[in-house]
């Protein structure tokens, strides 16, 4: 029986030492376990990709409370599972792309609260998230956008 593979990045807010920590966990990952989980935690992990950066099927990038992707550089396009609760994962800066077989997204991932003044940003922010082979269904939670 092969066991998952799992690293963890824990976020700075600083996308000097979070973009190469974060790259290197990926590779790990990708290289020498051929797949597993990279779970984010402790913040904002800031991202400044130089270069498009895809991350496969075999990876699961899972965000844990408390944490969001902040991806500033070039565009993040997750392939992967992605794992997180009914809480905010990307900042309002983040550039990303689902393009996963995901079964839903939830518009709180993006920042869009039921009962906040505005929710169009998020929601646009989510809806250009979307890959052509992304989710299809959008869990919106109890209340007014």
Do not use: C, K
């Amino acid at each position: 029986m092969q066991l998952d593979s799992w690293l963890t990045v824990s976020a700075t807010g600083d996308a000097r030492s979070d973009t190469p920590a974060f790259l290197v966990a990926f590779a790990t990952l990708s290289l020498v376990h051929d797949g597993g989980t990279l779970s984010v935690v402790g913040g904002i992990l800031r991202l400044d990709l130089q270069g498009d950066l895809i991350v496969p099927e075999n990876i699961n990038l899972r965000v844990e409370a408390g944490a969001m992707i902040e991806n500033l550089g070039a565009r993040l396009t997750l392939r992967g599972p992605l794992t997180a609760g009914q809480y905010q994962v990307f900042s309002a800066a983040s550039r990303q792309v689902l393009d996963n077989r995901l079964s839903e997204v939830y518009p709180i991932w993006w920042g869009a609260e039921p009962g906040a003044d505005d929710a169009a940003p998020a929601l646009d922010r989510m809806l250009t998230s979307l890959g052509a082979n992304g989710p299809r269904v959008v869990r919106f939670g109890g209340g007014s956008y």
